[in-house]
């Protein structure tokens, strides 16, 4: 079971990356069922939510910093989440990581961060000014 984040490097102040995150291992057969959402760590910093993707209606939610920015979106047929970043500020260079939690809801995303089931290792995020 593994979730792999890929899609991260430098980027300029304005600019926009796409993140992917594969979800392999038979346990996402039914990938579908999976609640994804993305987070991001700065060095010292707590982990922050950023962006939830239901499992069954494809609703989403997004944290008020990024709003009107990014966009979530899955493809349950190729067992991978998206997320579109655009117009990106000097302070969101962070480590940004995907998670995913069987049946989830935006509640375990936003405020229950230990309800996750899985975690990729993140990948790397700068953004140059």
């Known amino acids: 079971v593994e979730l792999v984040e890929s899609g991260g490097g430098l980027v300029q102040v304005g600019g926009s990356l796409r993140l992917s995150c594969a979800a392999s291992?038979?346990?996402?057969?039914?990938?579908?069922?999976?609640?994804m959402g993305w987070f991001r760590r700065a060095p010292g910093k707590e982990r922050e939510f950023v962006a939830v993707i239901s499992s069954s209606d494809g609703d989403t939610y997004y944290a008020d910093s990024v709003k009107g920015r990014f966009t979530i979106s899955r493809d349950n047929a190729k067992n991978t989440v998206y997320l579109q970043m655009n117009t990106l500020k000097p302070e969101e260079k962070d480590v940004y990581s995907c998670?995913?939690?069987?049946?989830?809801?935006?509640?375990?995303?936003?405020?229950?961060?230990?309800?996750?089931?899985?975690w990729g290792k993140g990948t790397l995020v700068t953004v140059s000014s």
């Open positions: 998670a995913a939690r069987l049946y989830g809801s935006k509640a375990d995303f936003v405020g229950r961060i230990n309800h996750m089931h899985y």
């Open positions: 291992g038979r346990t996402f057969s039914t990938f579908s069922s999976y609640a």
